[in-house]
């Protein structure tokens, strides 16, 4: 099965691909984004793939189907939708690829319908020590969100 994202708003261009080959398998997930500043960006799937404003905030929180609290992508206890930060280069771009089994395309947790969002800066992944480190890692404000749909 395979999902895609697209950007609309200030990283237009961008897009998410996401694969996975069955329902036991990991979910492949290829980011191509650029218009970052460079340096770390928290990188998120969203409870809502609702876009009627354009900060965002109608997407609500980070994708937590179980109950965790926030981390990275290979924390064990962490939001299903928290998969870590992404690294833009010295242009501002993205070109990376991650694997996990922390979300899914099949099923009723599928990630279709939902948002991923990047956020304006490093996710400090839980361990921050900031009040909101352990909801939202201390991302700061959503720079841009794409609903994710059905390739």
Request: negative net charge; hydrophobic residues 30%; glycine residues 14%.
């Amino acid at each position: 099965m395979q999902g895609i994202a697209v950007f609309q708003g200030k990283l237009e261009g961008g897009y998410i691909t996401f694969y996975q080959d069955d329902s036991q398998s990991p979910v492949k997930i290829n980011i191509h984004v650029k218009h970052l500043s460079p340096g770390k960006h928290g990188f998120h799937i969203h409870e809502k793939g609702n876009l009627l404003k354009k900060d965002c905030s109608e997407c609500k929180g980070h994708w937590n189907p179980h109950n965790k609290t926030h981390g990275g992508l290979h924390t064990d206890n962490s939001h299903a939708g928290d998969l870590g930060n992404i690294v833009a280069n010295d242009s501002g771009e993205v070109n990376t690829h991650i694997s996990t089994d922390k979300i899914t395309l099949y099923g009723k947790y599928s990630i279709f319908g939902r948002s991923i969002i990047v956020h304006v800066d490093e996710d400090d992944l839980g361990k921050g020590g900031h009040s909101d480190s352990l909801t939202t890692g201390h991302a700061g404000k959503r720079l841009d969100c794409a609903i994710i749909g059905h390739a």
